[in-house]
């Protein structure tokens, strides 16, 4: 059945709502950055541009790197703000805009995030990376989706709620695994790997304490005191968790990596944010040109 216009929203150029991009301008292979800004930091890179959009906080550039053909595309922060562009990434591939019907044929994308994140593990440095192989929920987003609990994992999850004492008032955490053809692609030496917890905030979701108190307080020292096997908990970041959740209920593949700009056990912060950023944009890039 065709969706309604209230539903699947289009400009009046045909592009789709909050990405302003249309279906002939979206790559297989979609890098999501947080920051907008970043975006130009990704793809001043590549051989060519070949389209440039944006609208709000989300901006997106496609082009080649090295000629693998790419869109880098900025979510803004959240994971409320990863249901828009995953949503949307996935109507642009898989959706007839104009007839507003699901294609026949799957187009499967590759998402990689490429963001910054804080360290739950003393042995993580700042100025590293971490790719995550599973994603922590705490933010709660893909309760909304039904059949969401087929890509789950209700074991470590049950571990973790009852390590950490979670509290019944907050949504349930769940867990998903990133894709494993990107973390073979993408691993080497130079990473760390671990389980990405996704906060739905800065302060307080991550145990910040400036004037008013996380609850619990000890947030940090319960994720990181956690392991399920060889898991533990390496990071902690704000987007994903539902870019992996919705990526594997819509069929694709995708997997973070994160430049670590903090370690939260040691109390420190990199003296060189972009530095870090822009040589892991380029590990990247290096990387997924062999995509
Ligand atoms: C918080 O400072 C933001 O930085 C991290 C968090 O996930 C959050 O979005 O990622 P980005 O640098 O990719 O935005
Ligand atoms: N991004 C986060 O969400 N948390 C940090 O500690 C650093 C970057």
Redesign the pocket.
């Known amino acids: 059945m065709s969706k309604a216009s209230s539903e699947l929203i289009l400009n009046p150029d045909g592009s789709i709502y909050h990405c302003n991009i249309k279906p002939e301008h979206l790559a297989d292979l979609v890098i999501t950055v947080g920051d907008p800004n970043r975006v130009a930091r990704v793809s001043q890179h590549f051989d060519t541009i070949e389209h440039k959009a944006s609208k709000r906080e989300i901006i997106s550039h496609t082009g080649t790197y090295k000629g693998k053909r790419m869109t880098v595309i900025s979510t803004g922060m959240g994971t409320d703000n990863i249901d828009i562009v995953l949503s949307e990434l996935d109507a642009l591939a898989n959706i007839d805009l104009q007839r507003g019907e699901e294609k026949e044929e799957f187009r499967k994308l590759s998402i990689v995030r490429i963001g910054?994140?804080?360290a739950l593990q003393e042995d993580i440095p700042v100025d590293s990376y971490v790719i995550g192989s599973h994603g922590l929920g705490l933010d709660g987003l893909l309760h909304y989706y039904v059949g969401s609990e087929k890509v789950m994992n209700p074991a470590i999850e049950d571990a973790f709620i009852q390590h950490v004492d979670w509290s019944p008032n907050k949504a349930r955490p769940y867990v998903v695994e990133g894709s494993t053809s990107l973390f073979d692609l993408l691993s080497s030496d130079q990473t760390h790997h671990g389980i990405t917890a996704t906060?739905c905030g800065?302060y307080g979701p991550?145990g910040r304490y400036l004037r008013l108190e996380p609850n619990p307080a000890d947030i940090n020292e319960r994720l990181t005191t956690f392991s399920h096997g060889d898991f533990r908990i390496s990071n902690?970041?704000?987007e994903t968790s539902a870019i992996y959740g919705l990526a594997k209920m819509m069929g694709h593949e995708a997997l973070s990596i994160n430049a670590i700009?903090?370690n939260?056990i040691r109390g420190e912060f990199s003296k060189d944010t972009y530095a870090t950023i822009d040589q892991m944009i380029v590990y990247a890039l290096e990387k997924l040109a062999k995509l």
Do not use: K, L, P
């Open positions: 910054t994140s804080g906060a800065f991550q902690f970041e704000m700009v903090a939260r």
